[in-house]
């Protein structure tokens, strides 16, 4: 699997799950603009998301077949909407996961996995749906999706809009047009009989594939479909699929639930995520407790290398103890750099980014995955030095002198934010902008900031390499700036932005990507051409807190 496919959709998985800074993803996204690589497409199995997505298909290509009147493609939505159940049964070359496999290395070979899915309608026409592909199998009751990996005891759960896979069908009649494009050149395969019924046969060759769509001509609804690679593409999927109607749905699979797993998974609602995380710190409450443990300071080893979508620093409930996961998520352990950036330091303050700094060697280095927990009184010098102890590393205090840069503001008035863009326009391929994939100048928060924002970012971007060599920059604009929030009186970032009247402290559209020195010419440029604010430079002592290998 090519590594950037398989980055690409972690990172489709942890925005829809991560509840950290919003700038997470495009963080890791930045990283790889960096390197000047050029990411390849998704891969197909993100085309392939269920069975019923594929027979949608089949029904928007019957409607281009029979005939392009829209009469004749609504008569076919209709008579569908009268099946009581749908069968389908087949094959497919590897299956499909909702969750994507998090080893690859137990993929199984490509050959004919075995595929028999069903959907129909439960109690108050609640949409329900059994799918089984080889070791998946998904079902769905309402709104809550739940599949099981039986290949790595991987149980994912998911809670989101019902999906009433009738309305699906009609949803993708935006496909026509370009499906019509592509029926001019299908080849008409004729009729012929199969299970007493008269069917005919539509051919296309596309995508480097070979699809056969056979439907049942009284009806026009879907009997067959199949999908074969000439190459040996490793992305390619290929299948095999049989449709019947108002079969009786066997008991067995009508009451199916999935075992309990190993591993457990959340996407959906965020609430699921946080859930699982707020349980197991819970848990580790417990376990200080019983244990009676007598140290400030402890960490927790997690039995089978247990893993969390998403964690956070978090007070048990008693509020006796914190948690701090020495972990990033499922698919990344903590690095040392990942442990400063996201644990060790603060936004401001005496523990600022800019004050942190480490040889690159050092910085790979990556914790075992483990909690680490102290009292809620420990200070912040001792936790984050046990835990660099727990991996031969230490911390030192050194005075230094350090490069600042004075923000001034000339008085001038800031014209509306929506005028401002970033100095250097998103990068463009095919056409379309590529927003996410930066370089030097381009924005890539995809959001409004505000000018402490703006300033506070290109502080934290000309310092991120933690060489401790970049600017700091001081905010002396004397412009308007926005209340910090409270959480104790602003539970949500609505109530907050709603209360403050935070667009009116919004100053350009987006936050450019200036890292490394050599943008610190454009960004002087840009700031002084758009907001009237210049830089002054001086030298100040700063004591650094530089992390080194333990005597």
């Given at each position: 699997?090519?590594?950037?496919?398989?980055?690409?959709?972690?990172?489709?998985?942890?925005?829809?799950?991560?509840?950290?800074?919003?700038?997470?993803?495009?963080?890791?996204?930045?990283?790889?603009?960096?390197?000047?690589?050029?990411?390849?497409?998704?891969?197909?199995?993100?085309?392939?998301?269920?069975?019923?997505?594929?027979?949608?298909?089949?029904?928007?290509?019957?409607?281009?077949?029979?005939?392009?009147?829209?009469?004749?493609?609504?008569?076919?939505?209709?008579?569908?909407?009268?099946?009581?159940?749908?069968?389908?049964?087949?094959?497919?070359?590897?299956?499909?996961?909702?969750?994507?496999?998090?080893?690859?290395?137990?993929?199984?070979?490509?050959?004919?996995?075995?595929?028999?899915?069903?959907?129909?309608?439960?109690?108050?026409?609640?949409?329900?749906?059994?799918?089984?592909?080889?070791?998946?199998?998904?079902?769905?009751?309402?709104?809550?999706?739940?599949e099981y990996q039986s290949d790595v005891d991987l149980l994912f759960i998911s809670e989101g809009l019902p999906k009433n896979y009738v309305e699906r069908f009609s949803s993708l009649a935006a496909m026509l047009e370009a499906l019509q494009k592509e029926g001019e050149t299908a080849e008409d395969l004729g009729t012929k009989t199969a299970d007493g019924k008269t069917v005919r046969g539509l051919k296309l060759v596309r995508h480097?594939?070979?699809?056969?769509?056979?439907?049942?001509?009284?009806?026009?609804?879907?009997?067959?479909?199949?999908?074969?690679?000439?190459?040996?593409?490793?992305?390619?999927?290929?299948?095999?699929?049989?449709?019947?109607?108002?079969?009786?749905?066997?008991?067995?699979?009508?009451?199916?639930?999935?075992?309990?797993?190993?591993?457990?998974?959340?996407?959906?609602?965020?609430?699921?995520?946080?859930?699982?995380?707020?349980?197991?710190?819970?848990?580790?409450?417990?376990?200080?407790?019983?244990?009676?443990?007598?140290?400030?300071?402890?960490?927790?080893?997690?039995?089978?290398?247990?893993?969390?979508?998403?964690?956070?620093?978090?007070?048990?409930?008693?509020?006796?103890?914190?948690?701090?996961?020495?972990?990033?998520?499922?698919?990344?352990?903590?690095?040392?750099?990942?442990?400063?950036?996201?644990?060790?330091?603060?936004?401001?303050?005496?523990?600022?980014?800019?004050?942190?700094?480490?040889?690159?060697?050092?910085?790979?280095?990556?914790?075992?995955?483990?909690?680490?927990?102290?009292?809620?009184e420990t200070p912040w010098r001792q936790w984050v030095g046990f835990a660099l102890n727990s991996i031969g590393l230490e911390f030192v205090d050194v005075t230094e002198q350090r490069t600042y840069w004075i923000a001034e503001h000339d008085g001038r008035k800031l014209k509306p934010y929506q005028q401002v863009n970033p100095p250097v326009p998103y990068i463009v391929k095919g056409g379309k902008e590529q927003k996410g994939l930066?370089?030097?100048?381009?924005?890539?928060?995809?959001?409004?900031?505000?000018?402490?924002?703006?300033?506070?970012?290109?502080?934290?971007?000309?310092?991120?390499?933690?060489?401790?060599?970049?600017?700091?920059?001081?905010?002396?604009?004397?412009?308007?700036?926005?209340?910090?929030?409270?959480?104790?009186?602003?539970?949500?970032?609505?109530?907050?932005?709603?209360?403050?009247?935070?667009?009116?402290?919004?100053?350009?559209?987006?936050?450019?990507?200036?890292?490394?020195?050599?943008?610190?010419?454009?960004?002087?440029?840009?700031?002084?051409?758009?907001?009237?604010?210049?830089?002054?430079?001086?030298?100040?002592?700063?004591?650094?807190?530089?992390?080194?290998?333990?005597?």
């Amino acid at each position: 699997m090519n590594a950037f496919n398989d980055l690409d959709e972690r990172l489709d998985q942890l925005g829809r799950e991560l509840a950290g800074r919003p700038s997470f993803a495009d963080d890791v996204m930045a990283k790889i603009a960096e390197s000047n690589v050029d990411l390849p497409p998704r891969r197909s199995w993100l085309r392939a998301a269920g069975v019923l997505a594929l027979a949608a298909s089949l029904l928007v290509a019957a409607a281009v077949w029979l005939s392009p009147s829209r009469s004749l493609y609504a008569q076919a939505i209709a008579a569908l909407e009268k099946a009581k159940t749908i069968h389908v049964s087949g094959w497919t070359s590897s299956p499909f996961r909702k969750w994507p496999l998090e080893d690859p290395s137990k993929e199984q070979a490509s050959g004919k996995v075995p595929l028999d899915a069903w959907y129909w309608n439960g109690d108050d026409r609640r949409p329900r749906c059994y799918e089984k592909f080889g070791p998946v199998t998904l079902i769905r009751d309402g709104a809550e999706l739940r599949e099981y990996q039986s290949d790595v005891d991987l149980l994912f759960i998911s809670e989101g809009l019902p999906k009433n896979y009738v309305e699906r069908f009609s949803s993708l009649a935006a496909m026509l047009e370009a499906l019509q494009k592509e029926g001019e050149t299908a080849e008409d395969l004729g009729t012929k009989t199969a299970d007493g019924k008269t069917v005919r046969g539509l051919k296309l060759v596309r995508h480097g594939g070979v699809e056969e769509y056979w439907f049942d001509v009284k009806t026009n609804l879907p009997t067959q479909y199949s999908r074969t690679h000439a190459d040996k593409d490793e992305r390619a999927v290929d299948f095999e699929l049989h449709f019947s109607y108002d079969v009786a749905v066997p008991a067995a699979v009508v009451s199916y639930q999935p075992p309990q797993a190993k591993h457990v998974r959340y996407g959906g609602k965020q609430d699921d995520v946080q859930i699982v995380w707020k349980q197991h710190v819970q848990e580790v409450g417990r376990r200080m407790q019983s244990e009676r443990k007598s140290e400030a300071i402890a960490i927790l080893p997690r039995a089978d290398g247990q893993t969390f979508s998403l964690q956070y620093q978090l007070q048990t409930p008693d509020e006796k103890y914190w948690v701090v996961p020495l972990d990033i998520n499922q698919y990344i352990p903590m690095s040392v750099k990942y442990f400063v950036e996201q644990r060790a330091s603060n936004a401001d303050g005496e523990r600022a980014l800019e004050t942190w700094r480490a040889p690159k060697e050092l910085l790979e280095i990556e914790f075992p995955r483990a909690d680490l927990v102290c009292d809620k009184e420990t200070p912040w010098r001792q936790w984050v030095g046990f835990a660099l102890n727990s991996i031969g590393l230490e911390f030192v205090d050194v005075t230094e002198q350090r490069t600042y840069w004075i923000a001034e503001h000339d008085g001038r008035k800031l014209k509306p934010y929506q005028q401002v863009n970033p100095p250097v326009p998103y990068i463009v391929k095919g056409g379309k902008e590529q927003k996410g994939l930066v370089k030097p100048g381009v924005g890539y928060w995809l959001r409004p900031a505000t000018m402490h924002e703006l300033l506070t970012e290109l502080t934290r971007r000309q310092n991120e390499d933690l060489r401790g060599r970049g600017p700091i920059v001081v905010d002396q604009t004397g412009l308007p700036r926005e209340p910090q929030r409270d959480p104790s009186k602003y539970s949500t970032w609505e109530q907050y932005r709603k209360a403050v009247d935070y667009d009116r402290y919004l100053v350009a559209t987006d936050s450019p990507w200036f890292v490394g020195e050599k943008s610190q010419a454009m960004a002087r440029e840009w700031y002084e051409k758009e907001f009237g604010v210049t830089f002054k430079e001086e030298q100040r002592e700063l004591v650094m807190h530089v992390i080194r290998r333990k005597p």
